[in-house]
């Protein structure tokens, strides 16, 4: 199955006495990723946090440190490129929803599914053809944010913790998968 990134250029001009305002953390498949970003060149860009870094001024950031990564771009002076995409979390399916609604109703995009059950016994999805899959996938929405907001609340808001909360998404839903998109 291909799962479609949201593949991301950013380019913005900064001097090397200028912060980033990135902060990054590396996750449990070995991807940096952007923790968060405080006032810096970044700040007002299509860069959010939650997504990958997957190169900087062509260098690839795979297998590299997040410091490292920060040095990268705290230290360039003059254009600076950044390529990033959104970050896809593994799901696994847990059972048939049978009574589960045929439309999903999502407020943040949902994350990947691998391939492990067919779950065909229900009909395609409202107006989509037939020969696609249900899964039951894990996604940000409102048990993530509320526990997001209790880190923050136990840690301190700048302590960054609260932001753990979104690279263990807690909500699921059912989606109907077909040649490869949600």
Not at 18 to 31: A, M, P, V
Not at 106 to 121: E, G, H, K, M, Y
Request: net charge negative; charged share 15%.
């Amino acid at each position: 199955m291909t799962l479609n990134h949201n593949i991301i250029t950013i380019k913005v001009r900064k001097s090397s006495s200028q912060s980033s305002g990135l902060f990054l953390y590396k996750d449990e498949q070995n991807r940096i990723v952007v923790n968060s970003i405080l006032s810096g060149i970044f700040e007002n860009t299509d860069l959010k946090p939650l997504m990958e870094i997957v190169s900087v001024n062509s260098i690839n950031c795979e297998g590299m440190t997040e410091d490292f990564v920060t040095s990268l771009v705290d230290h360039a002076d003059g254009e600076v490129t950044i390529v990033a995409r959104d970050v896809i979390h593994e799901a696994e399916i847990i059972y048939p929803t049978p009574s589960a609604p045929t439309v999903p109703i999502v407020s943040n995009p949902p994350v990947a599914v691998p391939v492990t059950q067919n779950l065909n016994q229900r009909p395609p999805a409202n107006g989509q053809p037939s020969g696609g899959v249900w899964r039951k996938v894990r996604y940000a929405g409102d048990k993530t944010t509320c526990f997001c907001i209790i880190l923050c609340l136990l840690f301190g808001i700048f302590s960054c913790c609260g932001a753990a909360a979104y690279a263990c998404p807690q909500d699921m839903e059912d989606v109907y998968v077909i040649n490869g998109k949600v």
